[in-house]
C-alpha cells in the first residue's frame, strides 16, 4: 500500500503539473479570457471555458487534507463561471476526504481508472501495415483534424463519465498545441491517416494521452502502435513508468491490459452542481 501511495502521489503531481501547463498556456494565448489557476494544498484549481475538460480540481486530497477556506474561494469563482465544481480525487486519498466533500453538498457522478505499466518490461511492435510518424509543423494540422475527428466519435464502451462535443474536443485539442514538452504522433494505416496519439513526460512518468483512431481503422492495429511507439520513447528518455487514464469496463482499458497495463488506483468524480 506505502508503494502504492507513492506511485498515485508521483502520478497525480504529474497529472497536476499538466493541468497548470495547458491552462497557463491557454491565459497566455488569450485563448480563455475567464481562464483562473488556484494552488489547492497539493493540486490546482483550474477553469478554461465552459464545458472544458479542463475546467476542475486534481491533485488535492492525497498529499495533505483540502482545506474548507480555499476550497469555498475556488467554488465561488466557479459559480461566478457559472460552472459546476468538479473534482478528481484520487481514491487512495484518505475516506475522510470524500466524506466530508459530500457533508459540504458534492455527489459522486463516476469513476475513471489510473492504468500504469513498468518500462522495464518488454513491448511489442507495430502491425506491418500500420505506420508510426512524429509530427511536425508539416502534418501538425493533419494530426490535429484526425485527432479531433476520431475523439468524436466515440466506441460508447465502458463506464465514461464524459461525452464531449466535436467543438469542445476541438478546443481542447487547440488548448494542448499551446503547452510545450508533447510530443504527437500521426498512425498510417496502408498509408492513410488513421490515428493520433500524444506523450509527455515529467519527472520520469511518462503520461500517455490524446489517443484516438477515425472508426474506420479500428481493430486493425492502430492503436497497439500507437502504444508501442510511445512505450519506446519514454524508454529511451528515462522514463520509468508509463500511466493512462481510461473510463472503467471500456475498450480502451481492455486494449491497455493487454499491453501489459494494471489498474492501480481510481479516482471519483465529483461535482457540487
Given amino acids: 500500500m506505502i508503494a502504492r501511495l507513492a506511485l498515485a502521489r508521483r502520478i497525480e503531481d504529474a497529472e497536476t503539473v499538466l493541468t497548470r501547463a495547458v491552462v497557463k498556456a491557454v491565459i497566455a494565448s488569450g485563448r480563455g479570457p475567464r481562464a483562473f489557476l488556484r494552488e489547492l494544498g497539493s493540486g490546482v484549481a483550474a477553469y478554461v471555458r465552459p464545458d472544458s475538460p479542463m475546467n476542475k480540481l486534481i491533485g488535492a486530497g492525497l498529499a495533505a487534507p483540502i482545506a474548507d477556506k480555499e476550497l469555498e474561494k475556488v467554488e465561488t469563482l466557479m459559480r461566478a463561471c457559472e460552472e459546476p465544481l468538479r473534482i478528481e480525487l484520487s481514491t487512495l486519498s484518505p475516506p475522510e476526504v470524500e466524506v466530508e466533500l459530500r457533508a459540504r453538498g458534492y455527489r459522486l457522478l463516476g469513476f475513471e481508472n489510473v492504468l500504469v505499466r513498468s518500462l522495464d518490461e518488454a513491448f511489442g511492435s507495430a502491425e506491418a501495415n500500420v505506420s508510426i510518424?512524429?509530427?511536425?509543423?508539416?502534418?501538425?494540422?493533419?494530426w490535429k483534424r484526425i485527432t479531433i475527428d476520431a475523439s468524436a466519435h466515440s466506441d460508447h464502451s465502458g463506464d465514461s463519465v464524459d461525452q464531449f462535443s466535436h467543438d469542445v474536443i476541438a478546443e481542447a485539442v487547440e488548448d494542448f498545441l499551446h503547452v510545450e514538452g508533447f510530443e504527437r504522433y500521426l498512425a498510417r494505416a496502408n498509408g492513410e491517416p488513421a490515428g493520433g496519439a500524444s506523450l509527455l513526460i515529467h519527472e520520469r512518468v511518462a503520461m500517455l494521452g490524446g489517443s484516438a483512431t477515425l472508426p474506420e481503422y479500428r481493430l486493425l492495429g492502430v492503436h497497439t502502435a500507437l502504444i508501442a511507439a510511445r512505450l519506446a520513447e519514454a524508454r529511451v528518455r528515462g522514463a520509468e513508468f508509463a500511466?493512462?487514464?481510461?473510463?472503467?469496463?471500456?475498450?480502451?482499458?481492455?486494449?491497455?491490459i493487454k499491453r501489459g497495463f494494471r489498474v492501480v488506483y481510481a479516482r471519483s468524480i465529483l461535482v457540487r452542481d
Fill in 133 to 142: 510518424e512524429r509530427v511536425g509543423p508539416e502534418t501538425i494540422a493533419l
Fill in 243 to 256: 500511466v493512462v487514464t481510461t473510463a472503467p469496463g471500456s475498450r480502451s482499458q481492455a486494449n491497455m
